[in-house]
């Protein structure tokens, strides 16, 4: 426990008969800015490794990506730089030919595409009414959800392959069948947002019912225009999930190579196929998947910081 | 022990008592706990029955066209002028009839429920050279739970339906008029709005998620595994069997193994949790520090493990690590190792190893949270504490990390649990391996529950024991989120936050 005996090391001289006076001691303020500029160079220091650590496998990635194909092989090597510089892997990608690979990233674009809409539309009606409005069973929903949450999801993943079986969703028809079930629980994720909902003033919607607006009118036109930044947060993690779900996607695709998504397709070739051959195509393919979603994530970081935030304080 | 008293103990013993007057209170937290539960059940029995008397009385006292509405549901709403209502009624009792006693057999609802006791008893068998394909036990068991589901809304369908003829008849007997149609309509877009909203997301989650949930449980009492998969075979009920071949430790059993992953999930939770959240706190503070210069370049160069999508970053990163990877071949051509280093084929190093690529994964995320709580936390408390003469380390210890903790507590815990069940980490970087001998059910050493959940449903096909492992799941996850909401003051109050 801290006893406040000791008398404080602070910059103030204490003159009895002036009262207080505010005097900073010049060599204690020289041996300050000396602290204060070691403890910085410190904190560059680790700053600068960790920004190599963060930054060194993404390009690595990008420079095997560029390895020549023809004269030092697809699979991994001991060396860092390659040899001969080629675009062989992206050219090899790009030819409908050789691989799917065109098919699978048109799939996930199309499925983030859908999921991006749909799931919006769904998160933002649920969080909008639990967070607005009151009802009988308001409690209860929410309770359930919080159970239901506590379930791990593939405990699901053979009943509702069976499931989208029955509607013929499998297989040939895994993408409609995978935007199905990406959507249609997806209202159980509305805890970021009703966070969001719940820190607009209650007085807007009231303002408006006495106005006359109906709980509709409010909910199109007074609350809606405020939410931009949760709509796209929404948005942005909506379509950013299907470029990295392989579990769902490979067992509902089982099979059927043409409607793979990138994630399942680039898995196989590494893991399942000779992935000796096909690593540097990998990495090519990984660049493909991850540039656009990187600079689309860059552009848009302000609201997924906001979301985040306000989603962990508010939980 | 007075207040008093308890304000001038030490933090250890303030730590100790404030942890035996939790467990003190735990038997009466439990025996609310159970009283509440009674009381839910014995309240909703009284309900039912007041319901049933209700219905009754309804029937003796009203007029015939409520009379009629008993056996043709939105008789009366249609008789009395309301007819969208009328309409959805008679629709939805027609589409029942239908499903329940469908002219084909063995697509009724009646012939699933009828099998659900036994999941079927006629085999697939061969005549002659013709498959004659016998009951199938899976959808017996999925369109029984679905006919149930149906019964239960049908039977609070048809009690709506008659609670609206006593409320019509009782208005019109008072001299009003009824809702037009057209008055329903528009309720739909203002007092009932929350009806129109929730409709699809409802619907959705429980075909999708409840509906499958409590399959997944059924599941768990019946032997559906690799040997008993429809359509060619049955599988029955057993009871608690499967629980039992998956906690007990004789030999024929996966108690050892399942101990052993349950001990290292929950040792991945703790240090994937509590390790991030710390090093994140930190490197925020380090980055939020006056006179530390392109902040914004910093961030932006962390948050690239949360922007690329985890397979391409994730998988790369362990093959990096692999025997014949970057890491090992550089560290030997430079002789700093003469053999590479076992990353993902012993036991120890893989956990030691994920752990740490899961730090590099999970600091962004932290740093990013703790920035924007750090820049909430009011500046004058640092000051007065510079005036104080305090260090740096004590105004952590003192101002920041107090005020961390009791805002981030709610994501403290959601955090746990999304560990408890992170998936991809585990999968993409070692797919559980190292696996040996010592453990059974194709467990590996890295494997958590809900990997090998996942490599028991879709390598082995051994569903009944994915089942029991997904409730088993649950129950920890139920456990330790009851016991943290009991303990962590900021999780409690929902309105508190608003």
């Not at chain 1, 079986?165 to 249609?184: E, F, V």
């Amino acid at each position: 426990m801290n006893t406040k005996n000791e008398i404080p090391e602070v910059d103030i001289v204490v003159d009895e008969k002036a009262g207080v006076i505010r005097e900073i001691k010049p060599e204690k303020l020289a041996s300050k800015k000396a602290n204060e500029r070691r403890s910085n160079t410190i904190i560059y220091v680790i700053l600068v490794l960790m920004s190599i650590i963060w930054l060194a496998p993404f390009v690595f990635l990008v420079f095997q990506s560029f390895r020549s194909y023809a004269l030092e092989g697809g699979g991994m090597v001991d060396y860092l730089l390659p040899k001969t510089w080629s675009l062989d892997n992206y050219r090899w990608l790009f030819n409908p030919e050789n691989s799917n690979f065109l098919r699978w990233y048109g799939n996930t674009f199309i499925i983030a595409l859908f999921c991006s809409v749909i799931q919006t539309m769904m998160i933002l009606s649920v969080s909008y009414t639990l967070s607005r409005l009151r009802f009988k069973g308001r409690k209860f929903i929410m309770n359930t959800v919080l159970v239901l949450g506590l379930f791990p999801g593939f405990l699901t993943m053979i009943t509702l392959y069976f499931l989208l079986k029955q509607l013929g969703l499998t297989q040939t028809g895994a993408i409609p069948g995978l935007i199905l079930i990406y959507c249609a629980s997806s209202g159980m994720g509305y805890y970021i947002s009703k966070g969001f909902f719940d820190t607009l003033p209650k007085s807007l919607d009231e303002s408006a019912r006495i106005d006359g607006a109906t709980r509709f009118q409010v909910f199109l036109k007074i609350i809606m225009p405020l939410t931009k930044p949760i709509v796209i947060y929404t948005i942005l993690m909506a379509f950013m999930a299907p470029w990295g779900d392989y579990v769902f996607a490979s067992y509902v695709a089982f099979g059927s190579e043409p409607n793979y998504n990138v994630a399942v397709g680039l898995y196989r070739w590494v893991n399942v196929a000779d992935y000796q051959g096909y690593f540097t195509r990998f990495c090519a393919g990984g660049v493909l998947v991850a540039v656009p979603i990187t600079i689309l994530f860059m552009c848009l970081q302000k609201y997924y910081v906001e979301g985040v935030t306000g989603g962990a304080v508010k939980g | 022990m007075t207040d008093l008293d308890y304000l001038k103990l030490s933090k250890p013993q303030k730590m100790l008592v404030d942890l035996r007057r939790f467990l003190a209170a735990l038997p009466g937290h439990i025996g609310n706990g159970l009283k509440n539960l009674v009381m839910f059940i014995v309240n909703f029995f009284k309900g039912i029955g007041l319901a049933i008397v209700d219905v009754i009385q309804t029937f003796i006292h009203g007029d015939w066209k409520t009379k009629v509405s008993y056996f043709v549901m939105g008789f009366g709403s249609c008789a009395r002028g309301q007819w969208g209502r009328g309409i959805l009624f008679f629709v939805f009792q027609t589409l029942f009839n239908f499903y329940m006693f469908n002219p084909n057999a063995s697509q009724s609802g009646l012939y699933y429920l009828g099998k659900l006791s036994t999941l079927g008893t006629i085999e697939t068998h061969k005549e002659g050279r013709r498959t004659v394909y016998g009951d199938n036990s899976f959808f017996i068991l999925l369109y029984g739970v679905l006919t149930i589901f149906f019964i239960i809304a049908f039977i609070y369908t048809w009690y709506t339906n008659i609670q609206q003829n006593k409320i019509s008849e009782q208005i019109l007997k008072s001299g009003h008029k009824l809702k037009s149609t057209k008055d329903d309509l528009q309720s739909l877009m203002d007092e009932q709005f929350h009806k129109t909203l929730l409709a699809l997301p409802v619907l959705g989650v429980t075909v999708f998620t409840i509906l499958p949930i409590i399959f997944m449980i059924l599941v768990a009492f019946t032997n559906f595994d690799m040997t008993h998969q429809p359509p060619g075979k049955l599988f029955t009920w057993v009871g608690w069997s499967n629980f039992h071949e998956l906690l007990a430790s004789d030999t024929a059993s996966h108690g050892n193994t399942f101990r052993q992953v349950l001990l290292w999930t929950l040792i991945w939770a703790f240090f994937a949790t509590f390790l991030n959240y710390f090093l994140g706190m930190l490197v925020a503070i380090m980055i939020n520090k006056k006179g530390i210069k392109l902040k914004k370049m910093w961030r932006t160069i962390l948050v690239m493990t949360i922007a690329i999508p985890q397979f391409v970053s994730l998988l790369y990163v362990s093959k990096m690590f692999a025997a014949d990877g970057l890491i090992n071949t550089y560290l030997m051509k430079w002789g700093w190792i003469s053999a590479p280093i076992p990353f993902w084929t012993q036991p120890g190093w893989a956990r030691f190893t994920i752990i740490l690529i899961n730090v590099w994964i999970g600091i962004p995320y932290l740093m990013l949270i703790a920035t924007g709580i750090l820049m909430n936390i009011p500046a004058d408390l640092y000051e007065s504490a510079r005036i104080d003469g305090a260090s740096a380390f004590q105004m952590y210890q003192k101002i920041t990390l107090p005020y961390m903790l009791f805002v981030t507590g709610p994501y403290l815990l959601t955090s746990f649990t999304g560990n408890i069940n992170n998936f991809n980490v585990i999968f993409l970087l070692s797919g559980g391996k190292p696996q040996s001998m010592e453990l059974t059910g194709n467990a590996g050493y890295t494997d958590l529950l809900i990997t090998w959940l996942y490599k028991m449903t879709v390598n082995d096909t051994n569903y009944k024991l994915a089942a029991v492992m997904g409730i088993l799941v649950f129950l920890v996850l139920a456990i330790i989120n009851l016991v943290a909401y009991n303990l962590i003051p900021s999780v409690k109050n929902e309105e508190d936050f608003q």
